[in-house]
């Protein structure tokens, strides 16, 4: 058995997603707005088992653009990049919980939440962003399948 049969709900992420990403500081005030290109993609030749690609747009212009290869072992997928270092899990058959740290900021790690509507057209996401223990921010993504 492979990824897609043994993460069967992060198989049915696979495709392009677009959305809009709002971070909202612990008082509640938002701090960034960003729209989103999302590929979630499993390569065929099987390595890296998973691939994702995130393209940000800002309105002033900025744009960034971040690769994510994972492994995948023990059930899990498995990130270690120059960014981020983490795993996610499927928790039940619509919602994925991923772990990471930034590898430039040790002390700051996120818990996100993915959460997979039963058409498998829209899906939401929060990031909870903590920084020696204490919650700071808070992400929300809102996202719908473009392919």
């Given at each position: 058995m492979g990824?897609?049969?043994e993460?069967?709900?992060l198989a049915r992420h696979?495709?392009?997603w677009e959305?809009?990403?709002t971070v909202?500081?612990?008082d509640g005030t938002v701090t960034d707005r960003h729209r989103s290109h999302?590929?979630?993609?499993f390569p065929e030749s099987g390595d890296p088992p998973y691939y994702q690609v995130n393209d940000y747009t800002w309105d002033d212009g900025r744009t960034e653009t971040i690769e994510f290869p994972a492994a995948y072992k023990d059930r899990k997928i498995w990130f270690d990049t120059d960014r981020i270092n983490g795993h996610a899990w499927e928790v039940d058959d619509r919602t994925i919980v991923?772990?990471?740290v930034y590898v430039q900021s040790p002390g700051i790690y996120l818990y996100e939440m993915i959460s997979l509507?039963?058409?498998a057209q829209n899906r939401s996401r929060t990031w909870h962003w903590f920084k020696d223990g204490v919650l700071f921010q808070r992400s929300i993504i809102d996202e719908t399948r473009v392919v």
């Open positions: 990824i897609k049969d993460m069967p709900l696979e495709g392009e959305g809009t990403y909202i500081a612990r999302l590929t979630c993609s991923l772990h990471w509507d039963d058409a």
